[in-house]
């Protein structure tokens, strides 16, 4: 008795052989297709921008003249809101997914609010602008200052935090846990010691796609009423400030065709600052994946 | 090692919660309703909002003014409609504004118990442009931008006879803009405007120029910044007899038919309570011819910027 028929393989043999190699072909053109566009757009934006990459550019205010418009002001604005917006945002974020994942009873209630925490991701920006509008700006009067649109971006970037933190948490092996619990240590040290640190990698994963999104969000700063033209910078985070994806927007609607190179100025200025921000959150990252 | 960082983490924390506690506990003894408004407006700092087909003019203003008086202005760009609620909600000195205010603005400023004065710091010409390899278009009605525009008209010949067979595209800026706005209420008496919509005007003009059968509508320092690829179609009125051509002069005179004001409101509270703003508005209005050249608009005649300041409390 046979129990595979030889003449039936070789038959279908190579039609199988060939729509793998196909398979494969088209698992690469879609890597390729994200990739080429984005090599060009990254290009494109170079070639254009790079020669009004000046010192006079990074060191003067913005101005509706092309030939004495610069980016200072949006550059130290927008590092002003991350510095409000990236703390208040990774410590609400991790706290309330150690609060899920550690603490609070797996009940209907946790899963309730764990869903609604990835619903909030996918909320438009323009609607956390809103809030920050109610909440912030009017209700607790702090205007259009750098508090109140760091408050209203980490808010917004929250929820992705959350879920890459509970992701992390829940990627803890149970034996180190039990480890832990077993020495007599208590949850707080199991937490602190054990689980967080172990957790990190994780958690600066989703901290670098929450900021990245942050910080060239502009619709929110858009409802706040973040000014475009402003001659100072911020001396406290109850100023108002300037930021760089506004900056960015405002010079690509002007009609005279030397801001169009501004523009890309601006966002190799943008790109710059996040790639730096990235380089931080992953050698963070590297220094605590070592552990396990 | 790891525990000072943890701490370290944990205190940056503690301090930030409590710095936003403490803003919010220091407003409500600062900021008890109007009043806290009344003395964020008088401290000096002068806020404006608004329009951002005005917002150039102001910003050249504005860097002038810091180079002469050691201070500027904050101006944002939410546009005409959404500043206007800043306005009324007490939010700004002064308001840009690319079409003449709204009676339910006017209305609910009244309510607000907001008085404001009206300037005018220059005029725009929305210019209506074909590209330049376009050869048939030499002027335009009203009725005929009306019925390209309702898109009533599928190819040339629809619009006026002699004009060639050929598929005709209506490019226009979106909702968006004050220049929307004001293309509908002028020539399409109020009416959905029936063409592709760009968000971004650049692109507008870009569409046009590419296309000889294309036409489009924008400010006119964009049909000033790219006269090398497109031709402004002269354009007749309902009152009058002959197509006019966007030229500074025709603008200026309000001759063409598509002109349009651009103002400032300025809150009178502010002009009287605090001296740097009044400053402000006086540097302004003397400027704002330069200003309005400088960014492709046409300034006013000199007599009315001086009849303006003169109107200055």
């Not at chain 2, 004065?117 to 030499?138: I, M």
């Not at chain 2, 500074?248 to 009178?268: C, G, H, M």
């Not at chain 2, 006013?300 to 001086?306: G, K, R």
């Amino acid at each position: 008795m046979q129990l595979v028929d030889k003449d039936q393989v070789a038959k279908s043999l190579s039609g199988r052989l060939l729509f793998n190699k196909s398979m494969k072909f088209l698992f690469l053109l879609c890597t390729m297709v994200g990739l080429v566009v984005l090599v060009t757009l990254i290009v494109d934006t170079v070639l254009d921008g790079w020669d009004h990459l000046t010192w006079d550019f990074l060191t003067s205010f913005s101005s509706s003249r092309p030939e004495s418009a610069g980016i200072y002001g949006a550059i130290i604005g927008s590092i002003w809101l991350m510095a409000v917006t990236a703390p208040v945002a990774i410590i609400l974020s991790v706290g309330t997914a150690l609060y899920l994942e550690e603490y609070a009873p797996k009940n209907k209630v946790t899963n309730f609010i764990t869903v609604n925490i990835s619903n909030l991701a996918g909320v438009p920006s323009v609607v956390f602008g809103l809030l920050g509008l109610t909440i912030f700006v009017r209700q607790l009067s702090l205007g259009n200052s750098v508090m109140a649109a760091g408050l209203t971006l980490a808010l917004m970037i929250m929820p992705v935090i959350v879920v890459a933190a509970q992701e992390a948490i829940r990627a803890v092996p149970g034996s180190v846990r039990e480890a832990s619990i077993g020495m007599g240590a208590t949850k707080w040290q199991t937490v602190s010691r054990i689980i967080l640190p172990a957790a990190i990698p994780g958690i600066i994963t989703g901290v670098i796609l929450a900021l990245s999104r942050a910080i060239g969000e502009t619709a929110p700063l858009v409802v706040i009423g973040v000014p475009v033209s402003l001659l100072v910078t911020p001396n406290s985070v109850f100023d108002t400030f300037q930021a760089l994806p506004m900056q960015i927007y405002n010079w690509v609607k002007m009609p005279q065709e030397e801001f169009q190179y501004l523009t890309a100025a601006g966002i190799i200025i943008l790109l710059l600052i996040l790639f730096l921000m990235n380089s931080v959150a992953i050698f963070i990252r590297n220094k605590y994946s070592k552990r396990f | 090692m790891k525990k000072s960082m943890f701490l370290s983490a944990l205190l940056m924390g503690v301090m930030f919660i409590l710095a936003a506690c403490g803003g919010n506990a220091s407003d409500p003894t600062g900021g008890e309703g109007e009043s806290g408004e009344a003395s964020g407006a008088t401290d000096g700092s002068i806020i404006g909002d608004g329009s951002s087909t005005v917002f150039p003019i102001m910003e050249i203003i504005n860097e002038e003014f810091n180079a002469e008086h050691g201070m500027a202005a904050e101006i944002g760009v939410s546009g005409t409609g959404a500043g206007f609620e800043r306005f009324t909600a007490g939010e700004t000195d002064f308001q840009n504004a690319s079409r003449d205010i709204k009676e339910e603005e006017v209305s609910a400023l009244e309510e607000a118990g907001i008085e404001y004065t009206e300037f005018l710091v220059g005029t725009d010409g929305l210019t209506v442009a074909v590209s330049q390899e376009n050869d048939f278009v030499d002027s335009l009605t009203f009725d005929e931008l009306y019925t390209i525009y309702s898109g009533e008209a599928e190819s040339w010949s629809d619009v006026r006879e002699d004009f060639p067979d050929e598929p005709i595209t209506a490019y226009g800026p979106d909702q968006s803009h004050g220049t929307h706005d004001f293309f509908k209420e002028e020539v399409m008496n109020d009416e959905d405007v029936q063409a592709e919509l760009i968000q971004d005007t650049n692109q507008v003009v870009s569409s046009v120029s590419s296309d000889s059968n294309s036409i489009g509508f924008f400010g006119y320092s964009f049909y000033l910044n790219n006269q090398d690829t497109l031709k402004a179609v002269p354009v007749e009125g309902p009152d009058s007899q002959e197509a006019i051509e966007p030229t500074d002069e025709t603008v200026q005179s309000y001759e063409y038919p598509l002109s349009r004001p651009l103002y400032v409101y300025a809150k009178n509270e502010s002009l009287e309570n605090n001296e740097d703003f009044r400053t402000f508005m006086e540097f302004t209005l003397e400027n704002a011819a330069m200003a309005a050249q400088e960014t492709g608009y046409v300034a006013l005649p000199e007599e009315d910027y001086q009849e303006q300041i003169d109107q200055l409390p």
